[in-house]
């Protein structure tokens, strides 16, 4: 190269670097980004989503410059995915197919069609590759399409832009088939495509049985999901659910989570990556599920129930996430009779309508954060396909950001007691005295509802409402990039699963004649132990890594609804894995088979030592006012009884047995 | 979606107990009362695994699916369908051969190495499942049963 020819390039140079390079990023989040070639070409390469006409709705991906900024009541405080530097490298998911299992997903809408693939979609009901819902639940039908969006929706000039734009995008209406868990995770040929799989569902209402003859069958289904991708196995991100709200734990404020997210077994599978949300003031959505299972956190929002655009600061209220919607005003969440003029179609900007046909809606909750995180995904392995579900997973936890530090100081709306606060056994009641983790010991009469961010001994922070936090698109795909330069970073077996080991035993009445099953089991007898923390005994584990720490519950007469788990690792690190007085009250379970619970609070510590069980109680005599919605009732009622004592006052007999097992890494 | 239910419990009457349940009307998910499962008289029962499940009359005539009420009476569902992993599909295929009960189907799904077994009912899905346990100790057999209904979050 001539020395003139040189000369001559450095504008054209310069101008393509400060494209692609410009150092942006997320409020609270990122270093600048070092300048790096653009990897892409067209009209949109290396351009962020700036080129959307929706985007600056789109505070997930750029906070900073979002609309929503001049309404601090509702704005402020909060953090985006930082994907912008990683766009700007010319890194939009290509390469990346993602399937989304939900209600269905019209593929044909403007902003989802360019990166639309039939062949990896399925439609359980007509048989055809073609998903549009069906519109029987019109509440439910455009779900998978906001889903959809969130992930993909192209750079186009049209509309929002999804986190991955060119990747590509399948549906199924997978809620509508429940039954086809084999067929859509990963065994029909369509879904084998697959490379990230979106779950924005769950049901954690039941007890199901957990490793056990008779059970979901999610557990064997997910298992499976290891082998797509050529044995690196598919990412499965799934939401952890909307149960951090007053209802079937009583009408009052809510201190907890009320229906734990490990209820849906799927998501106690080291495989699946469970997702909590985060609304647009940088806390947890006000309804966001907590839970010893949560991975990381992702943008969900509050409600968007009024102003323009959903960002009216009404009854604690904010923003939620703009997507793609089912095509026309009739259906879907943008119609004629919705709550707010955007989702009417009705706003304009600089004399242009927004939504002039009903394209385009928002959503929020778990739902919502979760495709979030699949975009994220899709961009990590398109910057390095070669990356296994584990690396996957690493890298999720690694780039992620802590959030909220000081969130067991706050209260909920309308409550006065912080959220770290002791409840105490006997009544039930928050107190206004904060808890830690030493109040977990045996003989406590009262227990820290939550424990907030916690250091473990492998120096990974966690919390039950974000898990390893929010994480960073930018520092993701970096590391990403570097697992491609150092394979041997890559982890690609998978983790240890031994079978569930019987821990302790206990029942009212002497035991008739000694039990062989029962000689290396802690066994208690007298009244079950009610209004008390309870240390279960200990357990040793051999020279490992921790994965995940596993308790399995099986009872009778013992009342669920009140019994909370706790765990102590030989390291000092607790976890909370079950809370008492959660909606098991609300319906009087006190039989149960194989409940199991998960934490992964305990990641990357030594396995090695003495790990301690404890069991929560709370008085399960005093009675709740319990809100339920059925068939669009609102039904309230009294919990359902479940008695400690028999008609004479004597304490029932019963039995439970506690399980346990360390999943290695 | 979410729906903010700040929202609802503010514009809904607190009203309606909840009703009886017709038979046609269950649903998985759903938890009946002791009075409401007496009706029913004597149900078929099986102990599987150290899970107690019980067989509800068929509600629809022609379903695949049984309906089944487990030990806290919430109802389930099954395809009376046997699944199996960690075993390759031509042992399980020629196992199936030589063992009682048939299935009426056989799905092996490839990519995930999953095979299905339909049977006829959900008794001779108990059989197959305690047949199929006996003959492939080191595999995952399970009865696949739902008790919870997935819902949009």
Redesign the interface.
Known sequence: MNKKLRYCLLPLIASTLAACGDGGGSVGGGQPTPQTACAETGDYACRTGETEPLYTFQWALNYAASYFNAFPETFGGGLDLNVEPVHRQGIKGQGVNVLVL??GTDLRNEDLLPNADFDMSWNFLTQQNDPYPSLVKP??A??GT?VAGMIAAAQNGKGVMGIAPQAKIGGAN??DA??E???S?????WS?KAHVFNA??????????YE??????E???G???K??RDGKGAVFIK????SF???LCG?GPAYFDCTNPA??VLVLESNIITVAALNAQGRASS?SSAGSVVWVTGM?GE?G?SGNYGEGGA?N?GPTIFSTDLRGCIHG?SRGNAGTPYLRGQTERNGKPDNPDCDYAY?????AA?PTISGVAALILSANPALTWRDMRDILRASARKVDADYIHGSP?GGTMRYGALQDLSTNQPTDKMGSPADIRDGAQAFPMDLGWQKNAAGYEYSNWYGFGVPDAEKAVALALEYGKNPKLSRSGDVQIPDFSDFAYLQRDDLDDPDPDLENVHVRIGPFPYQRVTSLGTFKSGAQTVDQLQVRL?GENVCLGSLGIAAKSPAGTVSLLKLPNDHFKA?G?N????YALGSFAFYGEPAQGDWEIFAIASNPDTQIEV?E??NN?????PSDPCPSTDGNGQPLNFHLIVETRLIAQ | MKKNCRYLFGLLGFSLALAGHPAWALTVGQKLSAEEIAQWGELPAYDIGGSQIRVLPSQQPGSEATLLLNAQGVVGSSRNEVSISDAPAERVRELVQRTLPRPLSVQHYEPTGITVLRYADFGQAVEGLNALKAALPGAKVRLPVQFGKRVPY
Not at chain 1, 591 to 594: L, N, P
């Open positions: 939900d209600s509440d439910d455009p779900h906001a997978f809620l429940s039954a868990v084999f067929a995770y990963g065994g029909a040929p084998s924005s569902y769950g049901a954690d209402r039941s007890t199901a049985p056990s003859d008779v059970g979901n069958e557990t064997i289904a298992r499976g999901l082998k797509l939401a952890a659910g909307n709200e007053p209802g009408r209820n849906d309804y969900g409600f129930g009854d209220d969440y959503m929020n909750g778990t739902s979760t709306y099986s319906y379970v039989q149960f088979t194989d809100a919605i059925i009732v609102l039904v309230v009622r």
